[in-house]
Structure formats: structure tokens, C-alpha cells
């Protein structure tokens, strides 16, 4: 940990929580159909056939559709498994599946995070007290190479 004296106090972590559940676990971010076919190399009239079967599914405007990041991600997930050659039934059924694997993960960063810090070769995210031992955080330490954890 020579990059940075990580301790129980960060005191100069910034506090993100606010912001990553309002984006993420909320979903308030729209994109339109177009820049939904854009992200994902799926056609605007493939992506309105999975609307009509319900694949996928649309907020706002009824005549303007607009997706959140986490149907970028579901549209993403099928369209790499019908790459991979599943069926487009096989390939929704599992992207319900990774669907619940993408929502645990927005619920656990939304509700552990509790601050970030960046130096010159890492950043540090703290996870909150760490269950075992309460008086001490879980944090990971990220860089261009790896990620470790780290209790502190």
C-alpha cells in the first residue's frame, strides 16, 4: 500500500452514493432507439421486433422509445449469444438470467459503496466495514493490471 495511507476515517474519499443510485439503481438514464441500435450493432427494426415480442422493454414517451443502460446491457447480452449461436429464445431466456446477475451487482455497489479516491497509479474503492470485522473497511484497489482487496 505504498501508493496511498489507506485507513478507517477517509475522510478524503468523495462521496458517490448519492450519485451511482440515481444512475444505477434507478435507471434514470434514457438513450433513444437509435443510439440504442449504435451501442449495440443490433438494427433499429430488430430492436422493434424484440420490443413487440417483449424482450426488451421501453420508458417514456410511447411514440418515442427510450431505454435505460440496462436494456443496453440485456440487448448487448442477446445479441453476443446469438453470435455465439444460440436461438433468439435461448439467447432471451439466458439474458433473463445474467439479468438477475446485473441487477445484484447494481445492488451491491449502490448500497456498499461509500466513497472513491484516486492516486497517480491506482484507485481505491471503499466497500464499507467489512462484515467480519466492523471496525474495518473492505476496499479494492484498482489499477491498469489488477484489482486486490484489501481490509483496512
Do not use: C
Amino acid at each position: 500500500m505504498s501508493d496511498i495511507q489507506v485507513n478507517t476515517q477517509f475522510n478524503d474519499f468523495i462521496d458517490f452514493r448519492p450519485l451511482i443510485q440515481s444512475i444505477i439503481k434507478d435507471d434514470k438514464v434514457l438513450i433513444g432507439i437509435a443510439d440504442l441500435a449504435l451501442a449495440t450493432g443490433v438494427s433499429q427494426t430488430q430492436l422493434r421486433y424484440w420490443l413487440e415480442k417483449g424482450y426488451i422493454i421501453s420508458g417514456g414517451d410511447p411514440k418515442k422509445k427510450k431505454f435505460s443502460y440496462g436494456t443496453v446491457f440485456r440487448v448487448a447480452i442477446i445479441k453476443h449469444l446469438q453470435d455465439e449461436g444460440f436461438t433468439l429464445a435461448a439467447a432471451v431466456a439466458k439474458a433473463d438470467h445474467h439479468s438477475a446477475i446485473v441487477k445484484a451487482f447494481k445492488h451491491l455497489v449502490a448500497d456498499r459503496l461509500t466513497g472513491i479516491q484516486e492516486t497517480d497509479t491506482a484507485t481505491f474503492i471503499d466497500f464499507g466495514s467489512f462484515d467480519p470485522q466492523p471496525d474495518k473497511h473492505l476496499i479494492a484497489k484498482v489499477t491498469d493490471k489488477e484489482t486486490h482487496f484489501l481490509v483496512q
